[in-house]
């Protein structure tokens, strides 16, 4: 399915830099790491100085890429230097909620003491656990028959 929508969006709209991140994600998520890797060089050789593209979606495919290949630590790793990104952009957290859920090595993170998602620090660690929740939550229900 992911296949089918991806090449109708690249008929639709011709070299998306949005289109192609979903779509390298949607492919990644489903398993096709080949497919999404051309799209993530694509888009990679499309956008090479768009800051977003290069620090944040770009990262995330290839740990999400990782993480299919069973390479969770890895995945992790892909995404150590994004989190200065996360709060504006929730699936980084999510995305890395589930690398740890696989490499199942989920940090001990402080609790913050403010009411916001994302600890001083910057370690998101009240934030991430809630991602973690929905991220385990989902892969549970993945499992579902």
């Known amino acids: 399915m992911a296949r089918k ?23 990644a998520e489903a398993g096709d790491v080949t497919q999404a890797e051309a799209l993530a060089a694509k888009l ?7 800051t977003l593209n290069q620090q944040v979606h770009l990262p995330l495919i290839r740990s999400i890429i990782e993480r299919e290949r069973g390479n969770a630590a890895k995945a992790v790793d892909l995404l150590a230097p ?4 996360e709060q504006g952009e ?19 993170l402080p609790l913050s003491s403010r009411s916001s998602s994302v600890i001083a620090d910057g370690s998101g660690g009240e934030c991430l656990l809630r991602w973690r929740n929905l991220a385990r939550a989902d892969l549970c229900h993945a499992r579902e028959p």
């Not at 990679?44 to 768009?50: F, M, S």
């Open 5 to 27: 929508l991806c090449r109708q969006a690249g008929e639709a709209s011709k070299d998306s830099n949005l289109g192609f991140g979903h779509c390298a994600k949607a492919l």
């Open 44 to 50: 990679d050789r499309l956008r090479p100085e768009d």
């Open 82 to 85: 994004v989190t200065q990104y």
């Open 90 to 108: 929730p699936q980084v957290l999510y995305h890395r909620a589930r690398a740890y859920l696989a490499a199942e090595s989920m940090p001990r």
